[in-house]
């Protein structure tokens, strides 16, 4: 027998183990309280379920709980409890039958048997809030064993003795269809006693939700309230008020507010089956809270997201067969001189990177309202900027700091220093000079007040299973603020026009902050429009922060996920006029369903500046539209899935007209890229970014291979 000296020989009464006659002891695993989460995972089998034993008033206890009231048993090891009390030596040979006697049946019982469960969707019956932990308490089901409102009363206050974790979110549930009849007859009695009841068919597992990225995962649950800020990394399972633009990798993602299925981030995590779901009560659930900064399983598929405690063996057992590695990207340093969007193509990927060497192949092929007219600055105006400023000894000294790979919170700080040190450091005079003449060459004079788009192109985005959506930064630039003797604002390069957008921007979200304080979204956009309305633009600023971008904290991770080398990742930059006031912006992919006789395109879109891959307002909704290509190389089978919240009584974004013009320049660019740019990927689907100007352009924007 296991005597109280025993069990505190094992130095701490809550976890002990047992032994078996003259054999080695087996370790067997249990714990006479539940006064933590981690408690509780300890012991959950697979479905977060922890069976128990407790004593009964009235009656003598067995040895075995040494003076304790209850007994929780790893579940995991021995679902049943049979197998757990055959562990012990007074039980070593216990029948099914003495069993029975022991913990069924009302005359002889000597102790209460049952099991605890996790169900995070179902509402607690008394405070209405998501997330119980059911327990139920077994017995036979003839006449005379049903339980009576003292026996579970009994259980009801013992069990929230026994476990202090989950005494405001512990509820009883019958156990089987007979114990359930009897106490529903019983449940007034129970709920004026306090005991919170909650029937079976009432428990529901998963919660309710709208998924973007199906798929499982394990990490350590995160949960951010409202505006506030917290480091996660590949490892981490983040719930979170709404879904940051920038954010890096994670294990899963679940948000309270909907999100955009064509943001850069979803298209990241669907290409690496991470899950990312919207679930509205996920930041309230009790049973979340209870499992917090805990290691947990998260399943996204379809309308339900389940979390549920994990086990450190499981999660590195996932983790180990999760993370595919790529081979290291090229790279050509040869290439000095910023050259022509429209002299670039897919041959030009080692030295431009290969969003500016794709916009190349659109220039090649699409009509010139229909594409962006630029200039790309090579890897190699990189690779000197940061070997003249002393800037890859930095880089060096990073990477050889072990602290870095371990430590979220560090890794943050040191790369946020990288990325201020670059922005800081003096461009090199080659750069400026090689800048004023591209511009000057692709758009003469003018090109000094126009403002310019600086985007991230890399050797390590936008390639065949690896899209780098959302990873790097782009920015906005004016030459003239460079060029002129001060750093006074506003910027040269803002034209009446767009300050009128502006300030029309400005006064709105103004006012919808005040209207919804709660909408925290807003203060980054209006700080950013106070900024362009009031500060110069500095291109070489834009440049060098574009640059700095290489080593953003998301990049950072996605590049340790897949083994690559940083120090074989170069940045370029590709130029072009920036859009401002646009009317529609759209990501589209083709290609799909391509078994079907004609293949699907999906198109999600917004209105105005709210966006689509990187959405300022995360309340709203895109709109989702569909069609087919026929064969006579028009759009049939037009479908309207779901209207933008932001458009006109739902009506659609595309008229006719505009769609049959944007369908007709998805044809070429598909076509074009399937048998020129990837013809090894058959079949090809294209994600493709599509802007319609404030003048009525429909401009395709970018290129790249889609991952379902």
Same mark, same amino acid.
């Given at each position: 027998?296991?005597?109280?000296?025993?069990?505190?020989?094992?130095?701490?009464?809550?976890?002990?183990?047992?032994?078996?006659?003259?054999?080695?002891?087996?370790?067997?695993?249990?714990?006479?309280?539940?006064?933590?989460?981690?408690?509780?995972?300890?012991?959950?089998?697979?479905?977060?379920?922890?069976?128990?034993?407790?004593?009964?008033?009235?009656?003598?206890?067995?040895?075995?709980?040494?003076?304790?009231?209850?007994?929780?048993?790893?579940?995991?090891?021995?679902?049943?409890?049979?197998?757990?009390?055959?562990?012990?030596?007074?039980?070593?040979?216990?029948?099914?039958?003495?069993?029975?006697?022991?913990?069924?049946?009302?005359?002889?019982?000597?102790?209460?048997?049952?099991?605890?469960?996790?169900?995070?969707?179902?509402?607690?019956?008394?405070?209405?809030?998501?997330?119980?932990?059911?327990?139920?308490?077994?017995?036979?089901?003839?006449?005379?064993?049903?339980?009576?409102?003292?026996?579970?009363?009994?259980?009801?206050?013992?069990?929230?003795?026994?476990?202090?974790?989950?005494?405001?979110?512990?509820?009883?549930?019958?156990?089987?269809?007979?114990?359930?009849?009897?106490?529903?007859?019983?449940?007034?009695?129970?709920?004026?006693?306090?005991?919170?009841?909650?029937?079976?068919?009432?428990?529901?597992?998963?919660?309710?939700?709208?998924?973007?990225?199906?798929?499982?995962?394990?990490?350590?649950?995160?949960?951010?309230?409202?505006?506030?800020?917290?480091?996660?990394?590949?490892?981490?399972?983040?719930?979170?008020?709404?879904?940051?633009?920038?954010?890096?990798?994670?294990?899963?993602?679940?948000?309270?507010?909907?999100?955009?299925?064509?943001?850069?981030?979803?298209?990241?995590?669907?290409?690496? #089956?991470?899950?990312?779901?919207?679930?509205?009560?996920?930041?309230?659930?009790?049973?979340?809270? !209870?499992?917090?900064?805990?290691?947990?399983?998260?399943?996204?598929?379809?309308?339900?997201?389940?979390?549920?405690?994990?086990?450190?063996?499981?999660?590195?057992?996932?983790?180990?067969?999760?993370?595919?590695?790529?081979?290291?990207?090229?790279?050509?340093?040869?290439?000095?001189?910023?050259?022509?969007?429209?002299?670039?193509?897919?041959?030009?990927?080692?030295?431009?990177?290969?969003?500016?060497?794709?916009?190349?192949?659109?220039?090649?092929?699409?009509?010139?309202?229909?594409?962006?007219?630029?200039?790309?600055?090579?890897?190699?105006?990189?690779?000197?900027?940061?070997?003249?400023?002393?800037?890859?000894?930095?880089?060096?000294?990073?990477?050889?700091?072990?602290?870095?790979?371990?430590?979220?919170?560090?890794?943050?700080?040191?790369?946020?220093?990288?990325?201020? @040190?670059?922005?800081?450091?003096?461009?090199?005079?080659?750069?400026?000079?090689?800048?004023?003449?591209?511009? @000057?060459?692709?758009?003469?004079?003018?090109?000094?007040?126009?403002?310019?788009?600086?985007?991230?192109?890399?050797?390590?985005?936008?390639?065949? #299973?690896?899209?780098?959506?959302?990873?790097?930064?782009?920015?906005?630039?004016?030459?003239?603020?460079?060029?002129?003797?001060?750093?006074?604002?506003?910027?040269?390069?803002?034209?009446?026009?767009?300050?009128?957008?502006?300030?029309?921007?400005?006064?709105?979200?103004?006012?919808?902050?005040?209207?919804?304080?709660?909408?925290?979204?807003?203060?980054?956009?209006?700080?950013?429009?106070?900024?362009?309305?009031?500060?110069?633009?500095?291109?070489?600023?834009?440049?060098?922060?574009?640059?700095?971008?290489?080593?953003?904290? @998301?990049?950072?991770?996605?590049?340790?996920?897949?083994?690559?080398?940083?120090?074989?990742?170069?940045?370029?930059?590709?130029?072009?006029?920036?859009?401002?006031?646009?009317?529609?912006?759209?990501?589209?992919?083709?290609?799909?369903?391509?078994?079907?006789?004609?293949?699907?395109?999906?198109?999600?879109?917004?209105?105005?500046?709210?966006?689509?891959?990187?959405?300022?307002?995360?309340? !709203?909704?895109?709109?989702?539209?569909?069609?087919?290509?026929?064969?006579?190389?028009?759009?049939?089978?037009?479908?309207?899935?779901?209207?933008?919240?932001?458009?006109?009584?739902?009506?659609?974004?595309?008229?006719?007209?505009?769609?049959?013009?944007?369908?007709?320049?998805?044809?070429?660019?598909?076509?074009?890229?399937?048998?020129?740019?990837?013809?090894?990927?058959?079949?090809?689907?294209?994600?493709?970014?599509?802007?319609?100007?404030?003048?009525?352009?429909?401009?395709?924007?970018?290129?790249?291979?889609?991952?379902?």
């Amino acid at each position: 027998m296991l005597s109280a000296a025993a069990l505190t020989a094992c130095g701490d009464s809550s976890d002990v183990k047992a032994g078996t006659g003259g054999q080695p002891p087996t370790e067997v695993e249990f714990r006479t309280e539940l006064a933590t989460r981690d408690d509780y995972t300890s012991l959950a089998a697979e479905g977060a379920e922890v069976k128990y034993l407790m004593v009964v008033d009235g009656r003598e206890p067995p040895a075995i709980f040494a003076g304790a009231e209850c007994l929780f048993q790893d579940t995991d090891k021995y679902p049943y409890h049979l197998q757990f009390l055959r562990t012990l030596p007074e039980y070593a040979s216990l029948a099914p039958e003495r069993y029975a006697d022991m913990v069924l049946r009302r005359a002889s019982r000597a102790m209460w048997g049952g099991g605890l469960k996790l169900y995070p969707a179902t509402p607690h019956p008394r405070t209405g809030a998501a997330g119980v932990l059911a327990y139920t308490v077994y017995s036979e089901a003839g006449p005379g064993e049903m339980l009576t409102v003292d026996d579970i009363v009994q259980a009801d206050r013992r069990l929230k003795g026994c476990s202090p974790f989950a005494e405001g979110f512990l509820v009883f549930t019958p156990d089987g269809a007979a114990q359930t009849a009897a106490v529903r007859a019983i449940s007034d009695e129970l709920a004026a006693a306090g005991v919170a009841l909650v029937d079976p068919s009432a428990l529901l597992g998963g919660l309710s939700a709208e998924t973007y990225s199906e798929g499982e995962a394990y990490g350590y649950l995160k949960i951010v309230d409202g505006a506030a800020t917290v480091s996660v990394g590949p490892r981490d399972v983040l719930v979170i008020d709404a879904a940051p633009s920038d954010l890096g990798l994670v294990a899963g993602l679940v948000t309270r507010q909907p999100q955009s299925l064509a943001s850069h981030l979803n298209l990241r995590l669907r290409e690496k #089956g991470i899950p990312s779901a919207a679930a509205p009560g996920a930041l309230d659930n009790s049973v979340l809270r !209870a499992l917090e900064d805990g290691l947990v399983h998260l399943t996204a598929r379809g309308a339900q997201v389940e979390i549920e405690p994990a086990r450190l063996e499981d999660a590195e057992a996932f983790w180990s067969k999760s993370r595919p590695p790529l081979a290291d990207p090229a790279a050509d340093l040869e290439v000095v001189t910023p050259t022509a969007l429209g002299s670039l193509g897919a041959g030009d990927v080692a030295a431009f990177g290969t969003k500016a060497a794709n916009l190349g192949e659109l220039s090649r092929i699409l009509p010139e309202p229909n594409r962006v007219d630029g200039f790309a600055i090579p890897f190699r105006a990189y690779a000197d900027f940061m070997q003249g400023r002393g800037l890859d000894a930095d880089v060096t000294a990073l990477l050889a700091d072990p602290r870095v790979f371990t430590d979220a919170a560090y890794k943050k700080s040191r790369l946020s220093e990288l990325r201020a @040190r670059m922005r800081a450091a003096e461009p090199l005079p080659e750069l400026s000079a090689a800048l004023e003449a591209a511009v @000057r060459q692709a758009y003469g004079a003018a090109g000094l007040v126009t403002r310019l788009r600086f985007r991230s192109s890399t050797n390590a985005e936008d390639l065949p #299973g690896l899209s780098g959506a959302g990873l790097y930064d782009s920015r906005s630039g004016c030459l003239a603020d460079d060029l002129d003797a001060d750093t006074l604002g506003p910027s040269a390069c803002l034209s009446a026009e767009h300050e009128a957008h502006l300030r029309g921007e400005l006064a709105r979200r103004r006012l919808e902050l005040a209207e919804h304080p709660d909408r925290s979204h807003l203060a980054p956009i209006i700080e950013d429009l106070e900024e362009d309305l009031t500060e110069e633009k500095s291109a070489l600023l834009a440049v060098r922060r574009v640059w700095a971008s290489l080593w953003n904290e @998301r990049a950072f991770d996605d590049r340790e996920y897949y083994g690559i080398d940083h120090t074989k990742v170069f940045m370029g930059v590709a130029v072009h006029p920036a859009f401002v006031g646009e009317r529609l912006e759209a990501v589209v992919i083709t290609g799909l369903e391509p078994d079907a006789p004609e293949p699907l395109v999906r198109i999600v879109s917004q209105v105005g500046e709210v966006g689509v891959v990187e959405p300022s307002d995360p309340t !709203a909704s895109p709109e989702i539209l569909t069609f087919r290509r026929s064969a006579a190389g028009s759009p049939s089978e037009i479908t309207l899935v779901s209207p933008s919240s932001l458009a006109a009584e739902g009506a659609r974004l595309w008229s006719d007209a505009a769609l049959d013009e944007l369908a007709g320049l998805l044809f070429v660019v598909h076509d074009h890229f399937a048998a020129s740019v990837y013809p090894t990927l058959a079949p090809l689907s294209l994600d493709l970014e599509v802007d319609v100007t404030m003048d009525g352009r429909t401009v395709i924007k970018q290129a790249r291979p889609y991952t379902p």
